[in-house]
């Protein structure tokens, strides 16, 4: 059972121009969201984050969008540059306590062509 | 600088074998996580500790083993019993407070000979 879904195995977008990555989730315990950028055989690096009392996130380029209604998060790069080709991962986490887990999406490849 | 380093970079193991991956990290973290990641998949949590001599197991903990004798340290063991060992490795860390982003190391690829 997939909690965390990116349905978008790629996406491709010319430089300059906005990327716009999707993830969807189905647990409504998730209460804090967070993308993160990978390389190949590199580990993932921390994009962005949102907690869900908030509907916006913005940090320079990077927005993440959240809609817990539709149990949704976007992620928007504006403007995309080729050094943001990358794999994109969507996690999320159910607060409480001391629970520190998280739960990965599959990754979105996007590629920013020049 | 601070941050997480996994080693080795590649490792290989024959079938039968246990292996050991090293995970040291210096950002006076106190959970530790491990990771698998295989092709066209995302990250599934194998093991996790929240504290020295504490863990839980994750979602796919079958085949392996873990210790927490130090708060810098989180060696993962890959024993004969993990049936499609063959993977990519994460470990990461992160802050037990609020911020529940967790930072990784990496990476260890081991292959079967």
């Known amino acids: 059972d997939q909690q965390v879904k990116q349905n978008s195995p790629s996406l491709s977008v010319q430089e300059g121009r906005i990327s716009i990555l999707n993830c969807d989730y189905t647990?409504?315990?998730?209460?804090?969201f967070l993308w993160y950028k990978k390389y190949p055989a590199e580990g993932p690096t921390f994009l962005i984050s949102?907690?869900?009392?908030?509907d916006k996130n913005e940090d320079g380029r990077f927005t993440v969008f959240l809609n817990k209604s539709a149990k949704h998060l976007s992620l928007h790069i504006v403007p995309s540059q080729p050094g943001d080709s990358a794999v994109y991962f969507c996690?999320?986490?159910?607060?409480?306590?001391?629970?520190?887990?998280?739960?990965f999406g599959k990754g979105t490849l996007l590629t920013v062509n020049p | 600088d601070g941050g997480i380093t996994q080693s080795p970079k590649y490792l290989f193991r024959k079938e039968g074998q246990n292996v050991t991956l090293s995970c040291e990290q210096n950002?006076?973290?106190?959970?530790m996580y491990w990771y698998r990641q295989d092709p066209g998949q995302g990250l599934r949590l194998i093991y996790y500790?929240?504290?020295?001599?504490?863990?839980q197991k994750g979602d796919i903990a079958e085949g392996y083993s873990v210790s927490r004798e130090k708060k810098e340290s989180f060696p993962l063991t890959v024993t004969s019993a993990q049936k499609n060992p063959t993977a990519f490795y994460l470990c990461?860390?992160?802050?037990?407070?609020?911020?529940?982003?967790?930072?990784f190391g990496d990476g260890t690829r081991l292959s079967i000979l």
């Open positions: 949102i907690s869900s009392i908030k």
């Open positions: 990461a860390s992160s802050i037990s407070t609020f911020g529940r982003a967790q930072h």
């Open positions: 500790s929240q504290i020295v001599n504490d863990f």
């Open positions: 950002l006076n973290h106190d959970a």
């Open positions: 647990n409504s315990m998730f209460d804090y």
């Open positions: 996690a999320a986490s159910a607060g409480g306590g001391s629970n520190y887990k998280l739960t």
